[in-house]
């Protein structure tokens, strides 16, 4: 387990180091066109605190409402100066780099206009011959990601069945969190998504009747208690990765003409199942011993628990909420006679 974890931080400080380092021209044309798209909005914040403070010797009558609009006006000329200067700056840094990468592909392919691509909404539309560019909306991203938490209910289905169960409806708990790309399928259709990502999930179970699990050999079995038990928990930590097929009804919306899509922003439901490993078990027991001294027990090993799991799961909601119920194929014990397949029923957020 060590191992993976260490491959894992190796490889993401591997891919951020190379990242950082990484100039491409795209990411410094995002940084010019982001400059130009904030120097309006920061010159207008200080125009509006100028006009504040006219306004406050306004009311204070220290100057004639004729002085303030004069004064208000010759801001705003000042400000109108200093917003051309600072576009028509970053325009000739913007445009040296556009006509560099326009140069450059000529080698290869000429042609009278290129388009370039920066970030995924904004691409520049260069003509080589009168040295112009523009932007051009080329509508939403077909990934988006979302940050997944999900709670509910946990329990044991014996050879299919929950009658009469060994472990407390509504004491055994399960949590799932992690992070999910939602791919819209068809190009001009919002119904159908590819959902999948990694979670971490956590399935607790409180078993009846003053019980704990002892591991006999390959077996693992419930066992009467000797003490009165204030807590009997039988936790399992698992990484998987959810696969769905995600329908979602929020529909295609029109903006300048154009259409672009929004996800969770309406009714929708998910079909598929998740695969992934065990990370931990633990079980956790609470009592008073004979000479009237509080334990907590922690125990960690396998109890004989299956190192892979995989599942059907599916859930129905509208917006970020839905029902979500998740069911594993494989049982929770490796050999025990008895099947006992772990079941879950909550409620799932997908945060965009």
């Known amino acids: 387990m060590y191992k993976i974890i ?4 190796i490889s993401l400080f591997l891919f951020v180091s190379k990242a950082i380092a990484q100039d491409t021209f795209e990411v410094r044309a995002k940084k010019v066109a982001d400059k130009i798209e904030s120097v309006t909005k920061e010159e207008k914040e200080a125009l509006k605190k100028e006009v504040e403070e006219v306004n406050v010797q306004l009311e204070n009558g220290s100057i004639t409402k004729e002085q303030a609009d004069e004064k208000k006006k010759k801001l705003a000329e000042a400000r109108a100066v200093i917003i051309g200067n600072k576009v028509d700056a970053a325009y ?4 040296v780099l ?25 691409i520049i539309k260069f003509e080589k011959d009168s040295l112009k560019f523009k932007k051009e909306d080329v509508g939403e991203k077909r990934t988006t990601s979302q940050f997944v938490f999900a709670m ?8 299919g069945d929950f009658e009469n169960s060994d472990y407390r409806f509504l004491g055994s708990h399960f949590y799932e969190w992690g992070m999910s790309y939602n791919t819209r399928i068809a190009k001009e259709s919002n119904l159908l998504h590819f959902k999948y990502g990694w979670s971490v999930m956590y399935n607790n179970l409180r078993p009846t009747e003053n019980r704990f699990f002892l591991k006999d ?3 693992t079995t419930l066992e009467k208690s000797p003490y009165d038990l204030d807590e009997s928990r039988f936790r399992n930590v698992y990484l998987v990765a959810p696969l769905h097929l995600e329908f979602d009804f929020s529909g295609k919306k029109q ?4 259409p672009y ?27 008073e011993d ?9 125990t960690k090993k396998d109890y004989n628990v299956s190192n892979f799991i995989y599942g059907v799961s599916a859930y129905i909601g509208y917006k970020e909420t839905s029902l979500y119920v998740k069911y594993d194929l494989n049982p929770l014990f490796q050999d025990n006679l008895v099947k006992q397949n772990n079941v879950s029923l909550g409620v799932r957020w997908d945060f965009n």
């Open 6 to 9: 260490t491959y894992v931080v």
């Open 92 to 95: 000739d840094e913007l445009k």
């Open 98 to 122: 556009v006509q560099d990468k326009v140069e450059n592909r000529n080698m290869e392919t000429p042609q009278d206009s290129v388009k370039v691509a920066i970030g995924n909404k904004i």
């Open 152 to 159: 509910g209910l946990n329990n044991l289905a014996t050879d």
């Open 217 to 219: 050999g390959d077996k």
């Open 255 to 258: 903006k300048d003409g154009k």
């Open 261 to 287: 899509f929004k996800t969770h922003e309406s009714f929708r439901f998910g079909l598929g199942g998740y695969g992934g490993i065990r990370l931990k078990t633990k079980q956790i027991l609470k009592y």
């Open 290 to 298: 004979e000479f009237g001294d509080d334990v907590k027990q922690k």
